[in-house]
């Protein structure tokens, strides 16, 4: 790229200066163990890098002359540890002990006085998005002004994420003061985030943004405006491609992209900073201006661009990390390149510490490193070869993104995109030109709509080839294949990018490594078309892979009609469980109870099926649910109905008896922690193809215990395990049921300690066999030979 500088020969300079590294090393795991671990190790590892730097640096003072050029990089590790020791393991600690952490446990109600940090983002599932055609909540960071809990001040200062309704909160711009009341909820780990905050209703009080942000925010809605042009997939994926703005892109594409590993495209990263700055420097040589003015246009447009997008920690990484390219191209020195890299690390960290637990801080920092380190030595190695300089870059780029990010993907999301290559192969010529014609169109979309507009259709062919690419490459069997997430899947995907890489260096590994993808396809693909495996035959009961929530389908034993019991706790993950099982007709849905894990994702079993009617228990808290689930029906024209204890349900291979709850719930408005929901739940018996099954909710141990005295019949092959397997179960309930088969549903790395090992224990121990949905992902429930059996269909991501 420097030849955009320069009319001398493009050569790969192989020498590059790593002297920064140890002090971005320290600075980054400093702050991510101390993320994961506490302010302590933040503390521990920025002394030690300080320490080792300082007996390094004094032996190479020492040395001589020679040994003394290391010296500056020693005196960067001190700074750069004292700094982790310092400032970031305070402002961990700070974090940490924030006030409003305690009543965050307790989910109590919370008044805040904030400022909006980054633009809403929104919150939307592929079942309900699609189908709709917009998202129902966002996420907003903000950073704590004031706080009122329970009537009194508490001295918080951290940041809070609220999650509120899409219509009211999504115009919002960072820097406007807020006024909003919600519930408060532990902030997930990992995070300086201190708590988060689920709110109902509008802002109370909003304030005015600071001037350029509302500018920015005028120039999305023209290039959105002028993007109306293009057909509904297209001009919702224009804005994204530009400026990160995915509110009009509908799901189905969003996942596509994902699957197809061509999701980097949908969110602004610092390939889309390298485009905007490459075609100024572009410009730049053909007026003949010097690399001086040249990088000074390209920086001016950089910080524009950062503007326009909106300066969150996402873009800035963004930024940092195209300017680590531009600094290069700049210097026309590859080598210049990894220390600023390096030195963008230590200043991200320092700056904002939560990006050390980023993946896509992670994906950036290692994507740069793979173009800087492998791209430039692939591509000189296929020039060798005689094949032309442009698709030797154009190869050697996508393959070197996807083999040094890959294992991050793989631990952090547990899958592997086998399609990536090939599909953004396919995209990366029209990427460039796409962009740059988005932003010119973003710029005139203002003072000269049409102008814009033209712009737009001339994009419209190359966004729509996009789409196409990534829907046809989502579209192979196989695209997508599960991997063990967490540190042991994410190395044992970089021992195998290791051993491609050595293999790629000699002829013979090159052709065995081949000749085994090729027998891997020709093996895997058949098996995937012509006998997918799921859903299993005569399914009986599904635990449908919802998260930490329930979403329980009973086959009724007519082609594509299921009774649903509890809906998860958002749109999506039981409306894809049902696509799955091929379910369009629901003759009921049982809510057992109205915490949200149970009736957040109602909206998208309603949408685009037929649903006979939506039945309740006698609860009618809390409040916001049950007015949110009536809502929802009248809506729709579903009935709402009530169950009572002792009412019968007749399917041909379905009975549902309800037993319960025989506990008296609590009076609407009254305080509760939440255990006299849980109690109301509705409880069932249900006599499937495959056993007797039991629904038990939440129940804990007084509705529990009711169900004992009362003399219940609670017999069972099937057991849905109360509670997602928590303590607060009977050892004398589960040993009534004495079940066969105990399914779980609970999500993967949930910070309430679900399920308890003392319950499974207990099931175990009574003979039955525990499937989890956090391990096993959707767990159907079949007739066998000798009892109810399970068939598994793995985690889905």
Not at 9 to 23: C, G, K, N
Not at 111 to 132: D, F, I, M
Not at 260 to 282: D, R
Not at 453 to 460: H, K, M, R
């Amino acid at each position: 790229m420097s030849s955009l500088l320069s009319r001398e020969p493009v050569t790969v300079e192989r020498q590059h200066d790593p002297r920064l590294v140890p002090a971005a090393v320290t600075v980054w795991s400093a702050a991510l163990l101390g993320l994961l671990w506490g302010w302590w190790a933040c503390l521990a590892i920025g002394a030690l890098g300080a320490l080792i730097a300082v007996a390094v640096g004094w032996r190479d003072a020492r040395a001589g002359p020679e040994a003394a050029r290391r010296l500056p990089a020693a005196g960067a590790l001190v700074v750069c540890g004292l700094l982790a020791a310092g400032p970031v393991a305070a402002r961990l600690a700070g974090s940490e002990d924030d006030p409003l952490r305690e009543p965050a446990r307790d989910g109590s109600e919370v008044t805040l006085r904030a400022t909006v940090a980054e633009r809403p983002k929104p919150v939307r599932s592929a079942g309900y998005a699609g189908r709709q055609g917009g998202a129902r909540s966002v996420v907003v960071p903000v950073d704590v002004v004031s706080a009122t809990v329970r009537g009194r001040p508490v001295g918080s200062t951290g940041r809070v994420v609220l999650i509120a309704p899409f219509a009211e909160w999504s115009r919002l711009l960072p820097g406007q003061q807020v006024m909003a009341s919600g519930a408060l909820a532990p902030a997930r780990t990992g995070e300086l985030t201190v708590a988060a905050a689920y709110v109902r209703g509008p802002p109370e009080q909003s304030g005015p943004a600071p001037w350029w942000q509302r500018k920015a925010e005028s120039i999305r809605a023209a290039l959105r405006a002028v993007c109306s042009v293009l057909a509904e997939e297209p001009a919702g994926l224009l804005p994204g491609l530009v400026v990160g703005d995915t509110s009009a892109l509908p799901a189905r594409v969003e996942q596509e992209f994902l699957d197809a590993g061509m999701s980097h495209l949908t969110a602004v990263s610092g390939a889309n900073v390298a485009i905007v700055c490459g075609a100024v420097l572009l410009l730049a040589r053909v007026l003949r201006l010097g690399p001086r003015l040249s990088a000074f246009a390209a920086g001016a447009v950089l910080v524009g661009f950062v503007v326009l997008v909106g300066y969150e920690p996402s873009v800035l990484r963004a930024g940092v990390m195209g300017a680590v390219g531009l600094l290069a191209l700049v210097l026309g020195r590859q080598g210049s390149a990894m220390p600023a890299l390096a030195a963008a690390v230590c200043a991200l960290v320092l700056y904002d510490p939560a990006m050390a637990a980023s993946m896509g801080f992670a994906l950036s920092v290692v994507a740069t490193a793979g173009l800087v380190l492998l791209a430039p030595k692939w591509a000189e190695a296929l020039s060798r070869r005689r094949v032309p300089p442009g698709l030797a870059e154009g190869l050697a780029v996508p393959v070197a993104a996807f083999l040094v990010t890959a294992p991050i993907i793989a631990g952090m999301a547990g899958e592997v995109s086998l399609v990536s290559v090939v599909a953004n192969l396919l995209a990366a010529p029209v990427v460039a030109p796409v962009t740059v014609l988005g932003v010119l169109a973003a710029v005139l979309a203002g003072p000269w709509a049409a102008g814009a507009e033209v712009l737009v259709q001339v994009a419209g062919p190359g966004v729509s080839w996009l789409v196409f690419v990534a829907r046809e490459a989502s579209g192979v069997p196989g695209a997508v294949v599960a991997w063990p997430s967490g540190w042991w899947g994410g190395l044992l995907a970089a021992g195998i990018a290791g051993l491609v890489v050595l293999a790629l260096r000699h002829r013979s590994a090159r052709v065995a490594l081949a000749l085994a993808l090729a027998s891997l396809l020709v093996v895997l693909v058949p098996v995937q078309v012509v006998s997918p495996g799921w859903p299993p035959r005569n399914w009986a009961v599904v635990a449908c892979d919802v998260g930490q929530g329930d979403g329980l389908v009973l086959a009724t034993g007519e082609p594509g009609r299921a009774v649903v019991v509890d809906a998860g706790p958002e749109p999506g993950p039981l409306d894809r469980c049902l696509d799955r099982l091929d379910v369009d007709r629901v003759p009921l849905v049982v809510l057992s109870h109205l915490h949200a894990d149970h009736v957040g994702g109602l909206a998208s079993v309603l949408d685009g099926r037929s649903v006979g009617a939506v039945a309740v228990g006698p609860g009618r808290t809390p409040g916001w649910a049950w007015r949110e689930v009536a809502a929802e029906t009248s809506a729709r024209g579903v009935p709402l109905l009530e169950l009572s204890l002792g009412d019968r349900l007749d399917w041909p291979a379905l009975r549902l008896d309800v037993v319960g709850p025989r506990y008296v719930p609590r009076e609407q408005g009254e305080e509760d922690d939440g255990t006299g929901i849980n109690n109301s739940s509705v409880v069932l018996r249900a006599d499937t193809a495959a056993g007797r099954a039991l629904l038990t909710g939440d129940v804990e141990l007084a509705a529990q215990g009711d169900l004992l005295s009362a003399g219940a019949d609670l017999r069972a092959e099937i057991l849905k395990v109360p509670h997602h397997g928590s303590r607060f179960t009977l050892p004398q309930f589960m040993g009534a049921v004495a079940p066969r088969v105990a399914l779980v549903s609970v999500g993967a790395e949930n910070t309430y300690g679900h399920p308890n090992r003392t319950t499974l224990s207990v099931l175990t121990r009574g003979g039955a066999l525990v499937a989890r949905t956090d391990t096993g992902g959707d767990t159907a429930v079949v007739p066998g030979g000798d009892g109810p059996a399970v068939v598994r269909r793995g985690v889905s991501r």
